[in-house]
Structure formats: structure tokens, C-alpha cells
């Protein structure tokens, strides 16, 4: 059973940066393209960013130019680089495999944008 287990989120000022992280565990994370999520309250989940094995990536129109997705395949890792965050960036944070995700989720980590 895969498990991601995300952190790095925290309560920002609009227009600041966080560094989500999301550790993968069980075999085969090379493989897989890996997707960065987002769930507003009140909101569907949504596809925030996603990177394929062969690190090709794409944004959701809303966070292009300002968020930067990237891997680590030695430590089974996935990142959110998310820069010039507005209050709409508030959201839980997951990751999972893309575009398709699997039926297991992490915990999410909290982003709150707020001055």
C-alpha cells in the first residue's frame, strides 16, 4: 500500500513562498507522474501541478508562473516551490500520483494565505 505523508505548510502573508514536501512511500515512485492537489473549504479537490517521470511538468492556469513542481527520485520526494501566494492559495495540500490519482491520501498539509 502506497502511503504519502506531505508537511511544509504554514500560515503566510500574501505575496509570500512555502516549500511543501511529500514523501512517497513503497516501491516504483520513479515511475509514476506525480501530481500536487489542493481542497479549499467548501471546494472539490483540485490538480494544482504535475511532473512526469521524465520531469515534463504542467500547471493549473491559477498557480502558472508562481508555483514550480519538482521530484527527487533518490529520496521518493515530490515538491511545491509556491511563490507571490494570494489568500485564493489557501487550501490542504496532497500529493498523489497523475493525472489519475490512487485511492490512498496522506493528511495534507494546511497552506493558510492571509494578512
Known amino acids: 500500500q502506497v502511503q504519502f505523508v506531505e508537511s511544509g505548510g504554514d500560515l503566510v502573508h500574501p505575496g509570500g513562498s512555502l516549500r511543501l514536501s511529500c514523501v512517497i512511500s513503497g516501491s516504483g515512485f520513479r515511475v509514476y507522474a506525480m501530481g500536487w492537489f489542493r481542497q479549499a473549504p467548501g471546494e472539490q479537490r483540485e490538480s494544482v501541478a504535475q511532473i512526469t517521470p521524465g520531469e515534463m511538468r504542467n500547471y493549473a492556469d491559477s498557480v502558472r508562473g508562481r508555483f514550480t513542481i519538482s521530484r527527487d527520485n533518490a529520496k521518493n520526494t515530490v515538491y511545491l516551490q509556491m511563490n507571490a501566494l494570494k489568500p485564493e492559495d489557501t487550501a490542504v495540500y496532497y500529493c498523489?500520483?497523475?493525472?489519475?490519482?490512487?485511492?490512498?491520501w496522506g493528511q495534507g498539509t494546511q497552506v493558510t494565505v492571509s494578512s
Open positions: 498523489n500520483t497523475a493525472p489519475t490519482p490512487t485511492r490512498y
